[in-house]
């Protein structure tokens, strides 16, 4: 089953639970890979001769620049892949509309369910990015973005769950006319 597939019961909002886990260990990753980053590149660019050349000199020009340029980028890749999931999934509650409406208190009841988790989410990515020295500044200066978004998963969590019943339920498509049985 894909990332926003329906179950068997028409439910779409069941999808929310996976995503709270991605939208965690997406920050987590970019959080790892920007302080690996920058901790590289702090070691490779000092000055240190090498025979006839500069190490310093040589890892400025060459994973100096790929280092600043991810390291300058990543709370803007974090942010897009993180939009880009909740529009996925309200494209996903839009097109796959709900079939009985008494599943909308099923899923009023997963959105509450989701907030829990998503509460408990965001503390922990909370103690997560507070527990290492060296990582915090990572977090806090580099990926605030992000990290402000996962720090607020609750909010973004009952937003989206109700856009999504609202559009899965709330919103109707006509109903396409078959044509000679096609």
């Given amino acids: ?40 590149s702090g070691y490779m660019g000092q000055d240190i001769e090498i025979g006839q050349v500069n190490l310093g000199e040589i890892s400025n020009q060459t994973l100096g620049v790929i280092s600043s340029g991810f390291v300058n980028s990543a709370d803007t890749l974090g942010i897009v892949v993180l939009l880009s999931m909740c529009i996925l ?37 909370n103690t997560y990015i507070t527990a290492f020295s060296g990582i915090d500044d990572v977090y806090s200066e580099t990926l605030h973005k992000t990290s402000k978004f996962v720090l607020t998963l609750p909010i973004v969590t009952i ?17 396409e006319i078959n044509v000679l049985g096609y």
């Fill in 89 to 125: 999934m309200l494209g996903t509650a839009y097109f796959s509309q709900g079939h009985h409406k008494i599943m909308i208190v099923v899923e009023i009841f997963i959105i509450i369910f989701t907030f829990v988790g998503a509460v408990y989410i965001s503390n922990t990515y």
């Fill in 1 to 40: 089953m894909g990332l926003m597939e329906m179950n068997k019961k028409g439910i779409v909002s069941f999808g929310i639970f996976k995503s709270l886990i991605l939208f965690l260990l997406i920050a987590i990753f970019l959080g790892i890979s920007v302080y690996t980053f920058s901790t590289i």
């Fill in 159 to 175: 937003v989206i769950g109700a856009l999504m019943i609202i559009l899965s339920y709330g919103l109707r498509r006509k109903e």
